[in-house]
């Protein structure tokens, strides 16, 4: 009988402790990714990434069809403006909290096909921000920092999507630039 305690107990301590577990990890991953790509680039700037082959590992397995451009945010001095041509073929914008959760898209796909040809204008801004002070597209992100990610076809003659990759920013927003020059 003593055994069957022992046996219940680390199914209960399993069973728990599974829980803190999922809520932790993700976090660390993306902290973890967060300071990585940060020593390459600060945030509030667009980064736009090489191809990525079979030594890529900034993230987890990248597609190798696929161009990216990444900007890490932190709006805890205000908004960030990211801006974006849309191209032809496959194209997407998605927005990361830090626990990698993805809160926001914007894709060239299905309903949003019209965007093709656009330029994509986003005025992303913090958990404390009041959306209407602000014009235009925004986007209002559940934590200060996180990443943004554009994705786009990288199969067959890539011209164009490199092309636009090069073309996007993310910048401080005017929120955010008046509150760098006050520190």
Same mark, same amino acid.
């Given at each position: 009988?003593?055994?069957?305690?022992?046996?219940?107990?680390?199914?209960?301590?399993?069973?728990?402790?599974?829980?803190?577990?999922?809520?932790?990890?993700?976090?660390?991953?993306?902290?973890?990714?967060?300071?990585?790509?940060?020593? &390459?680039?600060?945030?509030?700037?667009?980064?736009?990434?090489?191809?990525?082959?079979?030594?890529?590992?900034?993230?987890?397995?990248?597609?190798?069809?696929?161009?990216?451009?990444?900007?890490?945010?932190?709006?805890?001095?205000?908004?960030?403006?990211?801006?974006?041509?849309?191209?032809?073929?496959?194209?997407?914008?998605?927005?990361?909290?830090?626990?990698?959760?993805?809160?926001?898209?914007?894709?060239?796909?299905?309903?949003?096909?019209? &965007?093709?040809?656009?330029?994509?204008?986003?005025?992303?801004?913090?958990?404390?921000?009041?959306?209407?002070?602000?014009?235009?597209?925004?986007?209002?992100?559940?934590? #200060?920092?996180?990443?943004?990610?554009?994705?786009?076809?990288?199969?067959?003659?890539?011209?164009? #999507?490199? #092309?636009?990759?090069?073309?996007? &920013?993310?910048?401080?927003?005017?929120?955010?630039?008046? #509150?760098? &020059?006050?520190?």
């Amino acid at each position: 009988m003593s055994w069957l305690r022992w046996i219940a107990f680390i199914l209960i301590c399993g069973w728990l402790g599974q829980y803190p577990l999922a809520m932790l990890v993700p976090h660390l991953v993306m902290e973890r990714l967060y300071s990585k790509i940060e020593e &390459r680039i600060s945030p509030n700037k667009l980064n736009v990434n090489p191809r990525p082959d079979e030594t890529s590992r900034w993230v987890v397995r990248p597609s190798p069809d696929l161009l990216y451009a990444s900007c890490l945010y932190n709006l805890e001095q205000g908004s960030v403006v990211i801006t974006a041509p849309v191209t032809d073929r496959y194209w997407s914008m998605q927005f990361y909290q830090m626990n990698t959760d993805n809160f926001a898209g914007i894709t060239n796909q299905r309903d949003e096909h019209v &965007r093709i040809g656009t330029q994509v204008e986003v005025t992303l801004i913090g958990p404390e921000a009041d959306p209407e002070q602000y014009s235009g597209e925004v986007i209002q992100s559940p934590t #200060a920092r996180g990443m943004m990610l554009i994705r786009a076809s990288g199969i067959g003659d890539d011209t164009e #999507a490199k #092309a636009a990759l090069e073309l996007s &920013r993310c910048s401080p927003g005017k929120d955010n630039q008046q #509150a760098a &020059r006050n520190t």
